[in-house]
């Protein structure tokens, strides 16, 4: 159906920038918005940021200023710059998509997590 695949997580020290990739393929008839979630050890998953169709972006406001979400729209790619990261970063970052199938349905996908860890 739809298949998500995430890459650039890693170990980083407190302060460091990492920068992490989706890439979404599949069948999509339109991509109507992507983003990033994370989930820490026994905490529940949570927005990071997302961008619409429209460009528009929606960031949590524990990373505004540190995080910045891209997408290329014609390669169905997603990116997230992070920078003067912390510990409480640590977590597995997961892709989404928001994807119309068809010209009038749709579906959430999610790619299988990249694991970020911030420490000393």
């Known amino acids: 159906q739809v298949h998500l695949v995430e890459s650039g997580g890693g170990l980083v020290h407190p302060g460091g920038s990492l920068r992490l990739s989706c890439e979404a393929s599949?069948?999509?008839?339109?991509?109507?918005?992507m983003g990033w979630y994370r989930q820490a050890p026994g905490k529940e998953r949570e927005l990071v940021a997302t961008?619409?169709?429209?460009?528009?972006?929606n960031y949590a406001d524990s990373v505004k200023g540190r995080f910045t979400i891209s997408r290329l729209t014609a390669q169905r790619m997603v990116s997230l710059q992070t920078s003067s990261l912390k510990p409480e970063d640590t977590a597995v970052y997961y892709c989404?998509?928001?994807?119309?199938?068809?010209?009038?349905?749709?579906?959430?996908?999610w790619g299988q997590g990249t694991r970020v860890t911030v420490a000393s």
């Open positions: 961008v619409n169709a429209g460009g528009g972006t």
């Open positions: 989404n998509a928001r994807i119309y199938n068809t010209s009038t349905t749709w579906g959430d996908y």
């Open positions: 599949g069948s999509i008839f339109r991509v109507i918005a």
